[in-house]
């Protein structure tokens, strides 16, 4: 047995200063981090608690919502404005685990939760760049049906897992961070890394930063919106491919759209070059299926999962169609 010591960070300051200190880690709702503990992933030498802070969610002066990292999924979901102003997100949240995982896991914790990658996860008998760097990744020429599309790299070719941040992604939310000379923000779509040469960096987090908050801005698509996971079963399991849609309508034509895909790259897939081709054009099933299909020209997948390409396309084809009104 390892022997584990645990701290309790009464404020932001202390989680900064406790989070950054060697063979320290932060735990929140530990639904990650004591999974991998138990495989023998991860080996803190203390657990720095922060689940108890920053647990509000409140509207801002701007009419944004802001949402405590340690606010429980359950609780983001539930929120009166985050189901009539964010439905994607809280469709995100429903569709990932199970309520008592959800009842358990902060917001905090969901972003920087790690792949569930099986060779990742297991610490006893596969190679794995993300976990021990340059030893391989025993992915590659394994069992791909859960792995990347796109973004990959000869490193690694794992999965994000979150639905949340999916979501997040395509709502254009900011993260909040704290660290030792203050307070610094970071757009959601840009927290998390493309594995390429060094799979192990996963987000763009300094050492001994802290997600304290994550804001969603006032949005003109987000009350049209919604999140459909394409999933093996239809509970507890993650997303083969998942599509976080929100859409804007001025007459038949697009005024504004915003669309993430899940399941499909080590990162929340900002699908920006479907969302260029769409904007200020017709809102047809046409439309929907030729954006779809630009988004995914670069898509290298594998024998195992060559699937997921024309899945994400007949997904997001079909989101789209459903929030425009199912136009032929």
Request: one cysteine or more; glycine letters at 10%.
């Amino acid at each position: 047995m390892t022997p584990v010591s645990y701290l309790r960070a009464g404020s932001v300051a202390d989680a900064v200063g406790l989070g950054g200190a060697e063979g320290h880690r932060l735990l929140g709702g530990g639904t990650n981090l004591v999974d991998l503990m138990r495989k023998g992933v991860e080996r803190p030498a203390v657990l720095v608690d922060v689940s108890r802070l920053s647990t509000l969610i409140e509207e801002a002066a701007d009419g944004s919502v802001v949402i405590g990292a340690g606010a429980r999924n359950c609780a983001v979901a539930a929120h009166p404005l985050v189901r009539t102003r964010y439905p994607m997100l809280a469709r995100a949240i429903l569709a990932g685990a199970s309520a008592q995982i959800r009842n358990m896991a902060t917001v905090g914790g969901n972003l920087l939760q790690r792949t569930r990658c099986l060779y990742f996860a297991d610490a006893a008998g596969s190679r794995c760049n993300k976990r021990v760097p340059g030893s391989g990744c025993d992915a590659q020429g394994g069992f791909t049906r859960y792995h990347a599309i796109l973004g990959a790299s000869p490193s690694c070719i794992a999965t994000h897992p979150s639905d949340m941040a999916v979501a997040l992604a395509a709502l254009d939310a900011r993260v909040h961070l704290a660290n030792a000379d203050g307070v610094r923000t970071i757009s959601l779509p840009d927290l998390h890394r493309l594995p390429g040469d060094r799979p192990d960096l996963e987000t763009m987090l300094a050492p001994g930063e802290v997600i304290v908050a994550v804001e969603l801005p006032p949005s003109d698509v987000a009350a049209r919106s919604t999140y459909r996971k394409v999933r093996d079963r239809a509970s507890y399991a993650f997303a083969l491919v998942s599509v976080a849609a929100g859409i804007a309508l001025d007459g038949d034509r697009i005024s504004d759209v915003r669309i993430a895909l899940g399941g499909v790259a080590a990162k929340p897939w900002r699908a920006l070059r479907a969302e260029a081709a769409l904007r200020g054009g017709p809102a047809t099933a046409e439309a929907f299926a030729r954006a779809a299909e630009g988004e995914l020209a670069d898509a290298a997948p594998l024998p195992g999962n060559a699937f997921k390409v024309p899945l994400a396309k007949r997904t997001m084809a079909a989101v789209l169609a459903e929030l425009s009104g199912n136009r032929a």
